[in-house]
């Protein structure tokens, strides 16, 4: 059973017949990215958010944070509207965020699931707990492969990856029933080491681990480029651990590959903008994650001064204004998802059953 499907949407019929513009209906988002603050405690080399070839966070603001009566109206509205699931990510680290742990015992108080992506340095104490014991995942993004090279990677402490490591253990030992993953950032530094990696990783108990590429500019073709020597390698190594570590209880899942496919956008209008919304640290609401913090191409609104509840179902034309095809050429997480989505959505209804 796959963490990681892309057809996940697909159990959410009503959801996706609600979507086009001529259907008046909005039904609320199924789950909301939220990002609690953009102060981050480590300074990884290829962060999206601070690359200056990628659009990715260009408008971002490092001190924004979302203040504490706010996140508890959003969590509040959450529920009423009936979201289904909450992740947590940067922006920054969301287990600095000042007040994640009052969050999170919120949070537990009602049936949305939620998650977080984390660096893991601070995945310890009472919220770790609560999240082992409450949560449905977390994911620890890793790029070094021991404390030196991860030291390099992040320009943190010489014992940070240790201390990370130990920290996921520790997770596994409180129990509960949230998946700890990792997604593994793959660069031409790290790409040799992908096999003791995943064997190591294995060793600390967690349920899952993501090989994924890093992102260094918003041209896919330049982003192959960088990729292309170590394509083949990266691919091998993979392959041979799914080989030797894959079971029941561990999980290795590529999504290592070449990046055309994540950029090249041939439709006018984004389905997973009404989806999967972003909530920034500047309680600006963005369409996904790849457009997070640009706000002349990227913007559908606002809840600095009005209620989540109240702006998600007041003018459905707000998700039509970013046209992917014109505004979105970048890195999409969704493009793959959309172009089924909107594939499913264009079929002749007097054809359906000839399948």
Not at 42 to 67: A, N, T
Not at 165 to 173: P, S, T, V
Not at 317 to 329: E, L, S, T
Request: contains cysteine.
């Amino acid at each position: 059973m796959s963490k990681y499907s892309q057809l996940k949407i697909f159990h959410f019929k009503d959801k996706i017949d609600s979507l086009p513009k001529e259907n008046k209906n909005i039904k609320p988002p199924l789950h909301i990215r939220i990002k609690p603050t953009n102060v981050c405690n480590h300074d990884c080399w290829y962060c999206s958010y601070k690359l200056s070839d990628v659009q990715l966070g260009q408008d971002m603001v490092e001190r924004d944070f979302i203040p504490e009566d706010k996140m508890m109206e959003i969590i509040d509205d959450c529920v009423d509207m009936g979201v289904k699931a909450i992740t947590f990510s940067g922006g920054g680290e969301p287990f600095v965020y000042k007040h994640f742990l009052k969050t999170i015992q919120k949070l537990v108080k009602y049936p949305i699931k939620f998650a977080s992506l984390t660096n893991g340095s601070r995945l310890k104490g009472e919220v770790a707990e609560l999240f082992a014991k409450h949560g449905t995942w977390v994911r620890v993004s890793i790029d070094g492969w021991d404390d030196e090279s991860y030291s390099e990677y992040r320009r943190t402490g010489k014992k940070e990856f240790s201390k990370i490591l130990q920290n996921m253990k520790d997770f596994k030992a409180y129990g509960g029933r949230c998946a700890l993953g990792v997604s593994f950032i793959i660069d031409n530094k790290n790409y040799e080491h992908i096999y003791e990696f995943i064997k190591l990783i294995k060793s600390t108990g967690v349920d899952s681990i993501k090989i994924s590429p890093c992102i260094v500019d918003n041209d896919g073709k330049k982003n192959n480029e960088y990729h292309k020597p170590i394509y083949n390698e990266v691919k091998r190594q993979t392959l041979e651990a799914i080989k030797d570590f894959q079971d029941e209880s561990f999980e290795i899942y590529d999504s290592y590959h070449l990046l055309e496919e994540k950029f090249d956008k041939d439709y006018d209008w984004c389905p997973y903008s009404q989806i999967l919304p972003i909530i920034g640290a500047d309680l600006n609401i963005y369409p996904c994650q790849d457009k997070a913090y640009n706000l002349e191409n990227g913007l559908v609104g606002t809840i600095k001064d009005k209620s989540l509840k109240e702006f998600w179902f007041n003018d459905k034309d707000k998700f039509f204004k970013i046209n992917p095809k014109c505004h979105c050429n970048n890195h999409c997480v969704a493009n793959t998802k959309n172009k089924m989505i909107l594939d499913y959505l264009n079929t002749d209804n007097e054809h359906i059953e000839f399948v």
